[in-house]
């Protein structure tokens, strides 16, 4: 219920249409792909949020497939289901 109250008042806010989609994304897999050269890198899914580091192009997710965390970097799209 608490999480309810929270995810409806953040709704109700000010956040725009993109903001309230990373808020309701979090807990969510995603998929996945990053490029290098414009080859195909990496493709996978999450089985949680995908996080950022900062001060770099990187990111890392522990991976459904096989339960090890990863980390890519470079041109990443990351979608959330």
Do not use: P
């Not at 249409?17 to 792909?33: D, L």
């Amino acid at each position: 219920m608490k999480k309810f109250l929270i995810i409806t008042a953040i709704l109700l806010s000010g956040c725009t249409s993109a903001q309230r989609g990373k808020i309701m994304s979090i807990g969510s897999s995603a998929h996945v792909v990053c490029y290098s050269g414009g080859v195909v890198i990496y493709d996978g899914y999450s089985t949680g949020k995908v996080s950022n580091e900062s001060d770099s192009d990187g990111y890392y997710f522990v991976d459904k497939k096989d339960g090890v965390t990863k980390e890519v970097s470079g041109n990443c799209i990351i979608s959330y289901e």
